[in-house]
């Protein structure tokens, strides 16, 4: 047994065609592309492509992407670095579109670097409004900042802070997941660090030393910082919560982990041509609430992709009075939201 | 290296401001240009943002970017950045270069070209490249910032933006 199968072995009971899984697991992944409609014309883009590569395909279910063949490089190409086109993973093209975030909303993207799905909001959203991109550590924070230049982005305030201890615009702090003291953001988008199990295809599992103990510990940082979403979104607003790993601990459990009158995990739709699985039931003994069913699961051998999770939940209004807790949430003294 | 978190570390500038004004002037942007952005200047780096409208800084958070930054000194408005040329270059009307293919060839790869002294007025300018694509189209794209010196013009376009035709 590989040290990758070991790795993943604990997924066995949870996917469908395991030899399947495994062999996708350790194979390439292919590149993908989308046009940047802030810089050029789709059919600039469309032609070009067409030209450099001809077996590049148009991603059905992505306004404009184009999936490569192995081997082709297209950061070295000119309009890559004119930032007409933009690289990035097919499967992690796919949280924006859910947010659909619209031109003059206010979106936070608490953990942006390098900046992809930032960009990806701010094309989204005509680069009108305003996109928060925010970014704790700092070595990050130069590739952020280098692709939305490059991609023209203006509409994008970059901030270094810590995602689970951030505030609205007017710099005041959430005391409870429905108080408004500034201005809710319109739509959030956490994309949370993870144990990154579904980049097997990308990067070598064999460099990550034990995933077993960061998992236990990222996953506390996960909810802080969904938490930390929901109490800054305005009611009836969207969080698009989102991982690259198939750790239900770090998937389901953390939608599990949000009182169920703060926000409801919202159904969704899948495109025609991509197969998703949706969110478990339950893991290890544990049962979810029953809406974390409507998050996807995107697993690598179904669309010939990474691994990613991704849930789209959306603040509830205020209850007109709150019930006591009993399923062992609490709102933490000094203001934190546990 | 320290990012600002007080409010007071940007200053938004007016249309009336030396750098907007100069900026307009020098390479002929419509008066329009740049409707619903506001150029901010941040004290500490001297540097100047151009950022949608609607943006301001959050008080406590340090600020990264600002939008995008056009010039790094507000004393040089007409030393723009390159990813501001490449947003906004199409638009000037002054003090541009074209450059054909093998020029931009060269200055897309951070070259210099020989330009006769008598033909290099102003110390920047906004440099046109024309790339012929793979499919043999022509594509006049703005691609950096070109500087005079001694007979020459110098490509600024940074590293980490240059590319090989």
């Known amino acids: ?338 | 290296m320290s990012l600002p978190t007080k409010l007071d570390a940007f200053q938004a500038l007016d249309d009336r401001h030396v750098f907007v004004i100069t900026l307009m002037e020098e390479y002929g942007f419509p008066s329009d240009a740049f409707a619903g952005w506001t150029f901010w200047h941040r004290c500490e780096s001297d540097a100047v943002w151009i950022a949608r409208s609607e943006m301001r800084p959050i008080p406590g958070i340090p600020t990264g970017a600002f939008g995008m930054m056009a010039s790094k000194n507000i004393a040089q408005p007409t030393r723009l950045s390159a990813s501001f040329i490449q947003r906004f270059g199409h638009l000037a009307s002054r003090s541009t270069i074209t450059l054909n293919h093998e020029g931009t060839r060269m200055f897309a790869a951070g070259n210099r070209i020989s330009w006769p002294s008598d033909e290099s007025p102003r110390h920047y300018s906004i440099v046109i490249g024309t790339i012929t694509a793979s499919n043999g189209e022509i594509y006049h794209v703005p691609v950096g910032r070109g500087r005079f010196e001694r007979g020459q013009l110098c490509s600024d376009v940074p590293k980490a933006q240059r590319f090989q035709l």
């Open chain 1, 1 to 338: 047994m590989s040290w990758l199968e070991k790795c993943l072995q604990r997924y066995k009971p949870i996917v469908d065609d395991w030899d399947a899984f495994m062999h996708a697991c350790q194979m390439p992944l292919p590149r993908a592309i989308w046009h940047n409609p802030l810089k050029a014309s789709a059919d600039d883009v469309r032609r070009l492509v067409a030209a450099r590569v001809p077996e590049a395909q148009i991603i059905p279910w992505q306004t404009l992407a184009w999936r490569l063949p192995p081997g082709v490089k297209p950061g070295l190409w000119p309009e890559y670095r004119l930032g007409w086109i933009h690289g990035q993973e097919e499967v992690a093209l796919w949280a924006v579109p859910l947010l659909n975030a619209q031109p003059g909303e206010r979106v936070l993207d608490l953990c942006a670097a390098p900046g992809n799905k930032t960009a990806q909001l701010a094309v989204a959203m005509q680069d009108e409004g305003l996109i928060i991109a925010n970014e704790r550590r700092w070595d990050r924070l130069v590739s952020l900042r280098h692709n939305l230049e490059r991609l023209g982005v203006t509409s994008a305030l970059i901030t270094r802070h810590d995602a689970a201890r951030f505030t609205w615009l007017d710099g005041t702090v959430p005391k409870t997941p429905f108080a408004l003291g500034g201005h809710g953001f319109d739509k959030v988008l956490v994309d949370v660090p993870c144990t990154c199990e579904g980049t097997t295809r990308k990067r070598n599992m064999h460099r990550r030393h034990s995933v077993d103990a960061y998992r236990k510990s990222v996953v506390q940082t996960q909810k802080g910082m969904l938490r930390r979403a929901l109490a800054l979104t305005r009611p009836g607003g969207l969080v698009a919560y989102a991982t690259c790993t198939f750790a239900p601990e770090e998937n389901e459990g953390v939608l599990n982990s949000i009182w169920p009158h703060v926000a409801e995990v919202v159904a969704m739709a899948p495109p025609a041509g991509l197969r998703i699985s949706p969110g478990l039931a339950a893991w290890e003994g544990q049962t979810y609430r029953d809406d974390v069913r409507n998050a996807w699961r995107i697993w690598p051998h179904h669309n010939n992709s990474g691994g990613f999770f991704i849930a789209l939940l959306r603040k509830l209004p205020e209850p007109s009075h709150m019930e006591p807790a009993t399923d062992g949430h609490s709102v933490a003294a000094g203001g934190g939201i546990s």
